[in-house]
């Protein structure tokens, strides 16, 4: 067993921390601690951190409830790093993702591109403004900036449609559809919305007089 004053904190008096879940063993989150954060995730028995960005302590759950109640703390060898085993009460990342490491970069495990799953990278991007970003950059120029995209792609679409040339069509829609779902998500309208919409409006062609 190690002491507080045993473990070697950065130039900036931090540690960094990895959060991991209990029960199912996946990495949470990575976090930061100093020396007051850490011991008062022992005292309290449930994680708080030392937030870099506020530059002040942060207690996980404080504001959302989504509380991590602390199973055991352990060091690496060289004591200057730390993980967090918990039990969690909600989803462990800001996004509502039960665990920040979602987005994948390489791997046989990463899931399939849907539109879903795009739309969701765009709702990501209004709520977390990713600096560089083209689709922080139309949400922070607002929806003028938007609608303009979207009559420019369908005139793109239509020119590239009556040329009959189906690749450069392709890729018109494409960038249509993608500059709709951003639009989508500056008005707060899901896919579920427009799939709904389209079944309220769904209808079996049916022969004169077919009952």
């Not at 004053?5 to 990575?30: C, H, N, Q, R, Y």
């Not at 850490?38 to 506020?54: K, P, V, Y």
């Not at 679409?157 to 069509?169: C, L, P, Q, R, Y």
């Not at 829609?173 to 008005?187: G, P, R, Y």
Request: net charge negative; with cysteine.
């Amino acid at each position: 067993m190690i002491k507080i004053d045993d473990l070697k904190f950065d130039k900036d008096g931090l540690i960094p921390a990895i959060v991991i879940d209990s029960e199912t063993k996946a990495v949470l989150m990575l976090a930061y601690m100093n020396a007051e954060s850490l011991q008062i995730s022992i005292d309290e028995g449930r994680t708080c951190f030392w937030s870099r960005s506020r530059q002040e302590l942060w207690r996980k759950g404080a504001s959302s409830g989504n509380v991590q109640h602390i199973k055991s703390i352990k060091s690496d060898c060289d004591k200057d790093a730390l993980t967090i085993v918990v039990k969690k009460e909600g989803p462990a990342c800001h996004t509502g993702q039960e665990s920040c490491f979602f987005e994948h970069v390489y791997g046989e495990d990463a899931p399939p591109f849907t539109l879903g799953s795009l739309y969701d990278i765009i709702t990501d991007r209004k709520e977390n403004r990713k600096p560089g970003s083209y689709t922080t950059y139309l949400f922070d120029k607002g929806i003028d900036k938007i609608l303009k995209k979207i009559g420019e792609e369908s005139t793109e679409v239509v020119i590239a449609a009556k040329g009959n040339d189906k690749g450069e069509t392709i890729y018109e829609i494409s960038d249509l559809v993608f500059h709709t779902m951003v639009l989508m998500a500056q008005m707060g309208i899901s896919p579920i919305d427009v799939q709904n919409e389209l079944m309220s409006r769904h209808v079996t062609d049916k022969e004169d007089g077919a009952k």
